[in-house]
């Protein structure tokens, strides 16, 4: 199991451009998360899956993001027409849905990708 | 949603206990107790999680107050590796987790 990937790690646009990102999470980990971590903050929630349906959307998630998981299995996260305000970490999670005995998940986090919008 | 208060930050010398406190005044029946770490430049690592009874696993313990308003995650023997933002976060059963700043731990060797 070599964790969940995020790619690409850093990515450097300019304004007004759509990026993309993606994530493969563990396999067999069928609830995959977005967040977004700017500096000195904690990460905020944006959105997650279960499957390929999205079951959350953070009101964070502006019109210009958007995200899919189409078979189920990796993710990308869109952003149209970048800002300067979108410069952020973008972190991927996965896990498997809460157990018996009433435990929550564990969310596994990849590395992030890095944007800087010029 | 639920809120969580962290001190900003912590010192620890290396090789000591490691106390870290969360107020969670607010916290309802349901909400789970749940740590994650954040070292540098690495997404956020799971730590610990609980609900009412203190908890022990290989990295850390969790001890929870008998009314459920605050809690300590405490690190035995704090490392130079234990070094990061340590967050406490409340999390209703099956709910996505909200972040708050966190603590960042300094560890001196």
């Known amino acids: 199991d070599t964790g969940v990937s995020q790619n690409p790690r850093h990515k450097i646009t300019k304004r007004g451009q759509n990026v993309t990102f993606r994530c493969d999470p563990i396999?067999?980990?069928?609830?995959l998360y977005w967040y977004r971590q700017t500096l000195g903050q904690g990460p905020e929630f944006l959105t997650y899956?279960?499957?390929?349906?999205?079951?959350?959307k953070s009101r964070l998630l502006s019109d210009r993001f958007s995200a899919e998981r189409p078979k189920g299995s990796f993710s990308t996260l869109e952003i149209q027409r970048t800002e300067q305000g979108d410069s952020a970490m973008y972190l991927c999670?996965?896990?498997?849905?809460?157990?018996?005995?009433?435990?929550?998940?564990?969310?596994?986090f990849g590395p992030g990708t890095r944007l800087t919008v010029l | 949603d639920a809120k969580t208060t962290q001190p900003n930050s912590m010192e620890s010398n290396e090789e000591e206990p490691v106390h870290l406190p969360c107020n969670h005044s607010?916290?309802?029946?349901?909400?789970?107790i749940h740590w994650y770490r954040q070292l540098p430049s690495q997404g956020p690592e799971y730590v610990i999680h609980?609900?009412?009874s203190n908890v022990n696993n290989r990295m850390a313990s969790l001890a929870i107050a008998e009314d459920r308003k605050s809690s300590t995650l405490i690190l035995h023997r704090a490392t130079l590796r234990d070094a990061a933002v340590y967050y406490c976060?409340?999390?209703?059963?099956?709910?996505?987790?909200?972040f708050g700043a966190g603590t960042r731990l300094t560890v001196k060797p």
């Open positions: 999670a996965s896990s498997l849905p809460g157990g018996l005995a009433g435990h929550t998940d564990t969310q596994y």
């Open positions: 396999s067999e980990h069928n609830r």
């Open positions: 899956f279960q499957n390929e349906a999205q079951l959350e």
């Open positions: 607010t916290i309802s029946g349901t909400d789970y």
């Open positions: 609980g609900l009412t």
């Open positions: 976060i409340l999390r209703p059963l099956g709910d996505d987790m909200r």
